[in-house]
């Protein structure tokens, strides 16, 4: 079952590049209006019970989570109005590698040579996507760097959702995050002196699309999967979105690829996906390891 619901998750969250590109309004308004529906969708969902029994470690990770999340869909948003769909999309499904780094950092589940070997595979097809876009503009070149820095963002996302989601339902801690997300994302627009009135007339209908498809039946899957699986296998599922963003940008909004931006993207997915199935190997011999350990000394 978790594994079909992430299969669903991946589609859905893809389509954010589509509605993303359809907003004529500034990306300081899709990302705010997208966490402020979501957040609105889920009220009649959550366990105002729950919601307030929450101890103060927890609502501390939560505010962070919703800080980073709010901070990806900025960076992430603002890099499509750089590069191509794909290029944003592939950088972004690069998370994977972040996450096991912090699995490694805060978890202690070290990668072994052989996947650090893939990782190097996959940091080699990123930079070729990204020598891709050098011939197409610095702009291009830039839309990668925010994406890089998305990606990142999303990474810490998924593992404080890791470790939060084993104590707090999907609905409380979605509703807790985006809310958070929603009012980091609001500063933002003042910052930058966004006239929300105006987007929201304008774009209103992105909004929801967004609010119910990449975020409700995509994020909120994902975050629903995260108390039964680890983000790890959360983030290898959404390898797949860089597949996806590749098919939508071509047929969608006529984005080219090169031969060099496919070989990248392709050298990218199967050094992650590569380095992933050999880090679950690691993390199970690790496992088994400390077994062992513990029933000898006993």
Same mark, same amino acid.
């Given at each position: 079952?978790?594994?079909?619901?992430?299969?669903?998750?991946?589609?859905?969250?893809?389509?954010?590049?589509?509605?993303?590109?359809?907003?004529?309004?500034p990306i300081e308004a899709v990302?705010?209006?997208?966490?402020?529906?979501s957040t609105f969708l889920l009220?009649?969902?959550?366990?105002?019970?729950?919601?307030?029994?929450?101890?103060?470690?927890?609502?501390?990770?939560?505010?962070?989570?919703?800080?980073?999340?709010?901070?990806?869909?900025?960076?992430?948003?603002?890099?499509?109005?750089?590069?191509?769909?794909?290029?944003?999309?592939?950088?972004?499904?690069?998370?994977?590698?972040?996450?096991?780094?912090?699995?490694?950092?805060?978890?202690?589940?070290?990668?072994?040579?052989? /996947? %650090?070997?893939?990782? =190097?595979? +996959? &940091? $080699?097809?990123?930079? @070729? #996507? *990204?020598?891709?876009?050098?011939?197409?503009?610095?702009? /291009? %070149?830039?839309?990668? =760097?925010? +994406? &890089? $820095?998305?990606?990142? @963002? #999303? *990474?810490?996302?998924?593992?404080?959702?890791?470790?939060?989601?084993?104590?707090?339902?999907?609905?409380?801690?979605?509703?807790?995050?985006?809310?958070?997300?929603?009012?980091?994302?609001?500063?933002?627009?003042?910052?930058?002196?966004?006239?929300l009135v105006s987007a929201f007339?304008?774009?209103?209908?992105?909004?929801?699309?967004?609010?119910?498809?990449?975020?409700?039946?995509?994020?909120?899957?994902?975050?629903?999967?995260?108390?039964?699986?680890?983000?790890?296998?959360?983030?290898?599922?959404?390898?797949?979105?860089?597949?996806?963003?590749?098919?939508?940008?071509?047929?969608?909004?006529?984005?080219?690829?090169?031969?060099?931006?496919?070989?990248?993207?392709?050298?990218?997915?199967?050094?992650?996906?590569?380095?992933?199935?050999?880090?679950?190997?690691?993390?199970?011999?690790?496992?088994?390891?400390?077994?062992?350990?513990?029933?000898?000394?006993?």
């Open positions: 079952m978790p594994y079909f619901t992430l299969f669903m998750a991946l589609f859905f969250i893809s389509t954010s590049a589509i509605f993303v590109k359809w907003a004529d309004t990302a705010f209006f997208r966490m402020l529906f009220l009649p969902l959550i366990q105002v019970k729950e919601l307030f029994s929450l101890s103060s470690s927890t609502i501390r990770h939560m505010i962070l989570s919703g800080v980073l999340l709010a901070g990806h869909f900025w960076l992430w948003f603002l890099s499509l109005d750089y590069t191509t769909v794909a290029s944003s999309t592939l950088f972004v499904t690069a998370s994977p590698i972040f996450v096991l780094v912090g699995n490694a950092v805060f978890f202690k589940q070290h990668p072994s040579r052989k /996947a %650090l070997f893939f990782v =190097g595979v +996959a &940091l $080699l097809g990123g930079g @070729l #996507v *990204a020598y891709g876009d050098i011939a197409v503009g610095t702009r /291009a %070149l830039i839309g990668d =760097g925010l +994406a &890089l $820095l998305a990606t990142i @963002l #999303v *990474a810490g996302y998924w593992l404080l959702g890791q470790h939060v989601r084993t104590s707090v339902s999907t609905n409380t801690y979605s509703f807790a995050v985006y809310a958070v997300a929603s009012v980091v994302l609001l500063l933002f627009s003042l910052i930058q002196s966004v006239d007339q304008t774009d209103w209908l992105i909004y929801v699309l967004l609010a119910i498809f990449p975020t409700l039946l995509g994020h909120n899957l994902f975050n629903w999967a995260l108390s039964r699986v680890s983000a790890s296998i959360v983030s290898i599922t959404i390898l797949g979105e860089a597949v996806w963003g590749m098919i939508f940008g071509y047929f969608l909004f006529q984005e080219s690829l090169t031969w060099i931006q496919i070989t990248g993207a392709a050298l990218l997915l199967i050094g992650i996906g590569l380095f992933l199935r050999r880090n679950e190997k690691d993390i199970r011999a690790q496992l088994v390891a400390r077994e062992t350990a513990t029933s000898v000394s006993e």
